[in-house]
């Protein structure tokens, strides 16, 4: 499957951002997740969310501020970005996996990315 993600920017500290990756084929087969890779970091985990939609899980660092979400009729998964800081600021990606993981060196396709700048 190839995936495409979208919605980035520049957005000012306390902003939202709403993320989107595209899917040329179904998701239904996957879990997707979400990660980034700041500047001179290794790529880290976001969120995840399982086939069914009904799990989800998320890095401390985001949590009660981001949400991951999937609409499968539209074979697209959203990432909800609250509350923003500067600290967010990083390419993020979105990834498919047969098995449910935050490990990113599990997952099986990978999007292009979209940055996300946040401005203090």
């Known amino acids: 499957v190839q995936l495409q993600a979208s919605g980035g920017g520049l957005v000012q500290a306390g902003g939202s951002l709403r993320l989107s990756c595209v899917a040329d084929?179904?998701?239904?087969?996957?879990?997707m997740g979400w990660f980034r890779q700041a500047p001179g970091k290794e790529r880290e985990f976001v969120a995840v969310?399982?086939?069914?939609?009904?799990?989800?899980d998320y890095a401390d660092a985001v949590k009660a501020r981001f949400t991951i979400s999937r609409d499968d009729a539209k074979n697209t998964v959203f990432l909800q970005m609250d509350s923003l800081k500067p600290e967010d600021t990083a390419v993020y990606y979105c990834?498919?996996?047969?098995?449910?993981?935050?490990?990113?060196?599990?997952?099986?396709?990978w999007g292009q990315g979209t940055l996300v700048t946040v401005s203090s």
């Open positions: 084929g179904r998701l239904i087969y996957y879990n």
């Open positions: 990834a498919a996996v047969y098995t449910y993981s935050t490990w990113p060196q599990n997952y099986n396709y």
């Open positions: 969310v399982n086939k069914s939609g009904g799990s989800t």
